[in-house]
């Protein structure tokens, strides 16, 4: 049954939501996302991939910087007379009047089997963690961070190389079918178990520096799950060096310590061999190409 919905998103991860819910039919009111922000080396302005998209399909689309204390907003937002709304990434906290206003509620669409991963990065979390699995939560809001009723999941195994692009697409997929589902069906809502509850901070640039102190698995895991944002990176000399792919490796030395001509790098256990790098302001190379151009001599300590 086609409902009267609002969808409320900003990432490429909502994008496939998006057109999901307007393939299935569905009334979409008016779509809330991010607004337009300068962005890249020139900065210029440019809308989020949910505001392209909604574009693209001649949908409203309404940008509020905020919406905790905009009663305009909240007085438009109850003016669309909403079955319900479905929030994925948006990216602002909805107060009670938002929540309040669809006939059924709003349904998040969270990126983790709740209640592991409450927060704003559970991809990139679960794979820092090592975790065997990860997934996707339809739940139904409320005031919490990510703490309402759940009313379908759907779990995902996680390949031991696995990176948080493949993941953060393979769970934007399985949200946009959970949720047509959820909409369909209504299932019972069930309270989230009171044990086993985790964090996901929202990560910042500096949360990208390799520390070669660490063990070589927690920085394989840091590398898989920081890449594209925010990235993973350390300093060769003065030159900021990013990371874009590595692989585990046997050899020891002081932490930081180039070990061979391949870019093997000590860590406070094992070595971490660099396979994919870029210097500031140059293209991405594989490290053999890198290295042809810059090499960098065994015993080179990198911080």
């Given amino acids: 049954m086609a409902m009267r919905l609002a969808f409320m998103g900003s990432p490429e991860f909502s994008v496939p939501v998006l057109h999901a819910l307007h393939d299935a039919g569905h009334d979409i009111a008016a779509v809330y996302c991010q607004p337009p922000r300068p962005a890249g080396r020139g900065q210029e302005v440019r809308c989020c991939p949910v505001h392209v998209a909604a574009e693209s399909l001649g949908l409203a689309v309404r940008t509020p910087a905020k919406l905790r204390r905009d009663t305009l907003e909240h007085e438009a937002f109850a003016a669309l007379n909403l079955d319900a709304a479905v929030v994925a990434a948006y990216g602002l906290i909805l ?33 820092l963690a090592g975790d065997a699995e990860s997934g996707v939560t339809i739940m139904q809001m409320d005031a919490g961070l990510d703490t309402g009723p759940m009313l379908l999941r759907e779990v995902v195994p996680l390949d031991p190389r696995c990176t948080a692009s493949w993941l953060h697409d393979r769970l934007s997929e399985i949200g946009a079918r959970l949720v047509l589902r ?19 901070a929202k990560l910042t640039r500096e949360d990208g520096r390799l520390d070669w102190h660490k063990d070589a698995t927690s920085l394989d895991r840091q590398v898989r799950a920081l890449n594209p944002w925010p990235g993973t990176f350390c300093l060769l000399g003065p030159d900021i060096l990013k990371v874009l792919a590595a692989e585990p490796a046997f050899g020891h030395a002081p932490p930081g310590t180039v070990l061979d001509g391949a870019l093997t790098v000590a860590c406070g256990d094992r070595s971490l061999r660099l396979t994919r790098v870029q210097r500031a302001g140059r293209g991405a190379q594989a490290t053999d190409a890198f290295l042809r151009g810059h090499p960098v001599p065994i015993g080179t300590i990198l911080s």
Avoid at 109 to 117: E, K, Y
Avoid at 182 to 197: R, S
């Fill in 95 to 127: 107060p009670p009047a938002i929540l309040d206003a669809p006939r059924l509620g709003c349904l998040n669409i969270h990126a983790s089997l709740l209640p592991r991963w409450r927060g704003a990065a559970p991809i990139q979390a679960a794979i």
């Fill in 182 to 200: 959820a909409l369909n069906e209504w299932p019972d809502p069930i309270t989230q178990p009171e044990t086993g509850i985790t964090y996901a």
